[in-house]
């Protein structure tokens, strides 16, 4: 929680204590500046012409949270986070809260990229804010988010614009698939619109797979016309399956496959998704082998059943990537897993 002692140091928060007390500038919950505040520091120092980096940052999968463990488990989560961007930011910036479960800050010492990437190496590391476990009264559940960032008068040299490239960034990171960090580059982000990175509707993705699926009578000709609309859409690198005998194949890569006859031990539920592989290595130890030659991080998989009788399994499984599966893409991969189901069921033929 800030203090005045932190806060009076900025002309802007020094010219808001002389009518206003501190539990009017700070967001109850979290003891972050609050949003009008944020705002108004960062705009001042663009007034004033003192360079800054501004950040976004928004946490991934907020409402899992709040709907498993409740909503006093979120409350925690979102303290803690905040205070830990307070550690971090230390005496070289300020943080406020946006909204939500998202966060404002400001940082006045990391202006170059390099300082930057440095800076969100420790926010995503050594347990300080993200990619840790959350102690909590009777949970502790992981907590990963997505930043984008700009610099003044680097990157802009008016607010809008400032505000506008955080935002696309912001989106950029989660259509790379969350848990990262973006930094503003122009040649890289300058001609981003965030209408083509937040994707179409899932109505419209499942249409769009459905129409491809059916283009084709062969099912692995199938798989690879629903990849296309996968990748497009999801901006997924592979699309994997698993036979009947429990072979692991590659939809981009027919040369791929490898035995992994233990994924049964994973797949107790219908659908399986994780970024950590530790418990595949205890309990599939042949597919974690198979995922540690494709260097997989982060996986997703479903079964192929119809009724009590399983076809195989369809996996997204991505290299170099800690990516967190969001609901909507769940959902997308279970479809195609019924599609294909109930093609084998119709037809016989294998996966």
Excluded at 303 to 315: E, Q, T
Aim: aromatic share 12%; glycine share 6%; net charge negative.
């Amino acid at each position: 929680m800030y203090t005045i002692d932190k806060l009076i140091k900025y002309p802007y928060f020094e010219k808001l204590f002389v009518t206003n007390s501190l539990s009017d500038i700070l967001d109850p919950l979290t003891g972050l500046v609050q949003r009008k505040h944020i705002i108004g520091f960062a705009q001042s120092l663009i007034e004033d012409n003192v360079p800054f980096t501004f950040g976004m940052m928004d946490l991934d999968n907020f409402k899992f949270v709040n709907d498993t463990y409740g909503h006093s488990a979120g409350d925690g989560v979102l303290k803690a986070v905040a205070h830990g961007l307070i550690d971090c930011l230390g005496d070289f910036g300020v943080a406020g809260r946006y909204g939500g479960d998202e966060y404002l800050f400001v940082n006045t010492r990391d202006l170059e990229y390099d300082d930057k990437k440095h800076f969100f190496e420790g926010v995503y590391t050594k347990d300080r804010v993200l990619r840790r476990n959350v102690e909590l009264p009777n949970c502790k559940p992981f907590i990963t988010a997505t930043i984008g960032c700009a610099t003044f008068p680097g990157n802009a040299s008016d607010y809008e614009s400032l505000f506008s490239m955080i935002d696309k960034t912001l989106y950029r990171g989660k259509s790379k698939g969350r848990n990262c960090y973006i930094i503003y580059v122009e040649e890289k982000h300058r001609t981003m619109e965030i209408q083509t990175l937040s994707g179409h509707g899932l109505y419209t993705t499942l249409h769009n797979i459905n129409e491809q699926f059916e283009l084709s009578g062969e099912l692995h000709e199938k798989l690879k016309l629903a990849f296309k609309t996968l990748r497009e859409e999801l901006r997924i690198s592979d699309l994997f399956f698993v036979d009947e005998h429990r072979v692991l194949r590659s939809v981009k890569d027919p040369a791929f496959e490898e035995k992994v006859p233990d994924i049964d031990n994973l797949m107790s539920v219908d659908l399986y998704s994780s970024n950590s592989l530790e418990y595949m290595r205890l309990v599939a130890p042949k597919l974690h082998e198979a995922y540690r030659l494709k260097e997989i991080e982060t996986t997703m998989i479903v079964k192929v059943n119809v009724r009590s009788r399983v076809f195989g399994f369809l996996v997204f499984a991505e290299p170099h990537s800690l990516r967190i599966w969001q609901e909507e893409e769940s959902a997308i991969l279970f479809f195609l897993s019924r599609l294909v189901a109930a093609h084998i069921d119709n037809t016989g033929e294998k996966l």
